[in-house]
């Protein structure tokens, strides 16, 4: 009885210190700096450090990875209430865990390699029977099915297979779906026909309406060659710009260059003249251009940045893509390029960089 008493007692801590909370508890370090613990908002240990692998901030549901007493490796799923899912079943993308995203993550089955989806409670949603999946994106997820994988060397690429758009609940909403990473899923739309904006690209779902998106690229060159660059003042580049500005310079014949940061006006007060005209060389057809799209480097952008990033410290590009203008420059046999980036942020694309390669900027 006593024993009984005991186990019962240790159920109701354990469940009172994984109640469910809104608040999202935080990653720290042990006195080592090599086991994981959290948090929560007011400073409260939660969970004390004991994951050699986990998220930067817990919110509902995460991938954690403990060493056992044999010196094993104990991988699981860990949601807020501290129930565990999907025992070494963690999908990993470039050597490191998937990260929830609106309240799911991917699981990856390792014994048939498929891949499914988890709910913030730790069910199964979406079963292994996918090759693949992208993360969770306005309730909706890319998903390939019956593929084959390519090797070479220790990377491989998808070949074959069909592409579906899904939802969370494994439904198939649109048949023939490619991927294209360049699409605002968040900025859907549902005619009758397919959409006549320009910026947008059209998919015909099984309701029978054409389902469109924005297209990043396509936004963002409309915005730039039809607005910003059309009569461009000092007074509309700093609308168009973050409060700070990381820059980079030097002339042709440069072997180094110099580097830092200043506020927008700053550095847009004592420049507008140079930005104005590396800028306005995109609709000069003698000049060699093309727009990327890129991430925001986290050893570089932090503080004030941190709504850009996921729990797991990934930039959230399918939200927030940065937009990179690389313009080339020959004189003679040297040749250089100068690049501009623009943030997409809520209030439109904003200029957070400038790396200018053959001028003299003003710091």
Known sequence: MKKILLTALFLIMNTALFAKSNDIWIAFENEDADLIGYKDKNGVIKI???FIVGAGKFENIMAVVEETYDNKWNSYYLTKTGKTAG???LYYFDNNPDCESEGFIR????????A??????GDIVIPAEYSDLTRVRNGMIIALKDAVKKYSGEHYTWTGGQELLIDTSNNILIDNFPYDDNLNFFSIKKTKTPHSDPIRKSFLA???YYWSFIDFKKEFKNWLTNDLLVNLTRKKL???SHNTIVWEYGTWDSTEY???ENSRAEFINNNFEILKAGLLEILDPNYDYFI??????TLIYEAGFEKYFNNCGEFKDWIYPVMTIVISHTNGNDFTQNFYEFLRTDKGYKLISAAIRNANLRI
């Open 206 to 208: 099984r309701d029978g």
């Open 258 to 260: 110099l580097r830092g």
């Open 292 to 297: 990327s799209r890129d991430s925001l480097n």
């Open 48 to 50: 004390e450090p004991k």
């Open 87 to 89: 025992k070494d079943s």
């Open 107 to 114: 699981f990856r089955d390792h014994k048939t390699d498929k």
């Open 238 to 240: 700093l609308n168009a």
């Open 116 to 121: 499914g989806m988890l709910n913030k409670d």
